[in-house]
């Protein structure tokens, strides 16, 4: 079985553009989960989507968006991107949105110049 | 002060020894998680744990409610054994019950 996948794995956009970066869920999962993780800080929650609904959201500027397809895939949007968006953004799965376990991707590293 | 705070930041040990990292957290829980995220990125997912102690080959994870604390030993430590260790918590409010995570202990064995 396929675990979280996400693409791309790296990513250099300069600062204003925009970027989309894609996660595919355990198959079965519904429940996925987007985290923003600075150089040598622990991840920070930006998303999670249940159902194609948002159902949590982190302290993160409008800027930042997202959405999940019917397949459960979902996609996280960055508009106008800063020097301080240069992050490693992980996915998580999870079955529902309770105390089921969570399973990470590798994640997309993305810089910012 | 951060929800989840762990300690020791960075952890230098020889081959063989044996290891604690500790996790402290403020708010009321589910349930607790040990990480281990490698150089590459990617985090694996080591414990899940709500009470007691769990055990899975050299590693051993325990938590105690009333204290809000919790520990990741490894026993018998070896070089493969270094990466980053973080310790997440999801939290009862909300209902996203989200992961807040540590900043993660960096952990090097030298052989």
């Known amino acids: 079985d396929a675990g979280v996948t996400q693409s791309p794995t790296h990513l250099i956009k300069t600062r204003g553009q925009h970027v989309t970066l894609r996660c595919s869920p355990i198959s079965g999962h519904k429940s996925v989960s987007w985290y923003q993780q600075v150089l040598g800080q622990g991840p920070q929650f930006i998303f999670q989507?249940?159902?194609?609904?948002?159902?949590g959201r982190g302290n993160f500027p409008d800027r930042f968006s997202a959405r999940q397809f019917p397949n459960y895939s979902s996609e996280l949007n960055v508009n106008a991107l800063l020097l301080g968006d240069s992050a490693l953004y992980l996915c998580a799965s999870q079955l529902d949105t309770g105390i089921a376990e969570a399973f990470f991707g590798q994640g997309t590293r993305l810089t910012v110049v | 002060k951060n929800e989840v705070e762990q300690s020791p930041q960075n952890l230098t040990a020889q081959e063989g020894e044996f290891i604690t990292i500790n996790c402290s957290y403020s708010?009321?829980?589910?349930?607790l998680h040990w990480l281990q995220q490698h150089p590459g990125g990617g985090i694996v997912s080591l414990f899940m744990l709500s009470s007691g102690k769990k055990k899975h080959g050299r590693l051993i994870a325990t938590i105690n409610i009333q204290e809000k604390h919790s520990s990741l030993h490894i026993t018998a430590s070896h070089p493969r054994d270094s990466a980053v260790y973080i310790c997440a918590v999801r939290s009862l409010k909300g209902s996203a019950r989200q992961l807040t995570f540590g900043s993660g202990t960096q952990l090097t064995v030298l052989p």
């Open positions: 989507y249940y159902e194609k609904e948002e159902r």
């Open positions: 708010v009321g829980i589910s349930a």
